[in-house]
Nanobody, 127 residues
Framework: QVHRVDAGGAWVQAGASLRLSCAFS????????RAWFRQAPGKERACVAA????????VYADSVKGRFTISKNSAENAAYLKMSSLKPEDTGVYYC????????????????????WGQGTQVTVSS
């Protein structure tokens, strides 16, 4: 059984930086494609960043390009989302997600593509 812990959320002012982490236990991080999703109040969960299983190909939502960076660390069995120049519109609950795949260079951006989810961590950005 794979367990995931989302951590690193906080209440910050606009312009600040945060790094979210997602730790796996009971699984093999390098066997998973990963993503971070954000759910703002009253809105659907949407992908902000995704990374492929092995090649490290990434994709970002237009709203976070140049500010957010998704990464994986197989040795630590973890995934990260580094967020900088945070804006009030970045406020929401952030979830990490993972799925197994045989495809090494494909990332997935739809919530229904993922089978494993973290419990979420709140990020609030004040103006």
């Amino acid at each position: 059984q794979v367990h995931r812990v989302d951590a690193g959320g906080a209440w910050v002012q606009a312009g600040a930086s945060l790094r979210l982490s997602c730790a796996f236990s009971g699984g093999y991080c390098n066997g998973y494609a990963r993503a971070w999703f954000r759910q703002a109040p009253g809105k659907e969960r949407a992908c902000v960043a995704a990374i492929s299983r092995t090649t490290g190909d990434t994709v970002y939502a237009d709203s976070v390009k140049g500010r957010f960076t998704i990464s994986k660390n197989s040795a630590e069995n973890a995934a990260y989302l580094k967020m900088s120049s945070l804006k009030p519109e970045d406020t929401g609950v952030y979830y990490c997600a993972a799925r197994t795949t045989q495809r090494t260079n494909v990332y997935y951006t739809k919530p229904e593509s993922y089978t494993a989810w973290g419990q979420g961590t709140q990020v609030t950005v004040s103006s």
